[in-house]
C-alpha cells in the first residue's frame, strides 16, 4: 500500500487542497493518497497504487480552439488527437505548453487533477475507464492521487464520455 505522508511534504499544498475541497464539495469522500516520493505517470502511480496502469485516469491538458480541453485518459491508452478533433467536429486538438497548463488548472503538468481548476474547465472522458470499479487520478501534484468511481468522476468534472483512442 501507499506510504502516505503529511501535506507539507507533498509538493503543491494549495493545489492538493482546491482538489480535496472540490472533492468535498461535490459530496464525495476524502481519498486522497498522499506520497513520500513522486507519481508523476501513470506507470509510477499504478506501481505505488499495486493497481493496473489502466485504472489511472490522467488529466492530459490539451488546446482545442484557444482554449483548454481536459482529456481524463486511461493511463494505458495513448489519446489519438485526430480522433479527438474529428468526434468534436471542429478544430485541432494539440497538446499544451506547461505554461498553459498551469494558468488554466494552477497544477504542473505531471500533477493535474480533475478537478479543483480556477474555472470549469471542458473535459472528455475516455470510455474505456468505465471497465474499472475503482479509478485513481492526479490529486493536483507530482505527489498525491485519489480514488473515484467512473460514475462520480463524470458527475463531478461534468465530462463527456468518448473514444479517445
Known sequence: MPRATDAHSAGSPEAVANVRNALLAAGLPD???LFSTGVPTAAAAAEQLGCDVAAI?????????????????????????SLVAAQLGNGKVRRASPDFVLEHTGQEVGGVAPVG?????????DESLGQHPLLWAGGGDHCSMFSISYADLTRITGAEPLRVR
Not at 481548476?117 to 472522458?125: A, D, K, N, V, W
Request: hydrophobic residues 45%; proline residues 5%.
Open 31 to 33: 481519498t486522497m493518497q
Open 117 to 125: 481548476h480556477p474555472e470549469r474547465i471542458r473535459t472528455i472522458l
Open 57 to 81: 485516469a490522467n488529466s492530459l491538458v490539451f488546446e482545442h480552439d484557444g482554449g483548454p480541453l481536459l482529456i481524463l485518459a486511461s493511463g494505458a491508452a495513448r489519446v489519438d488527437t
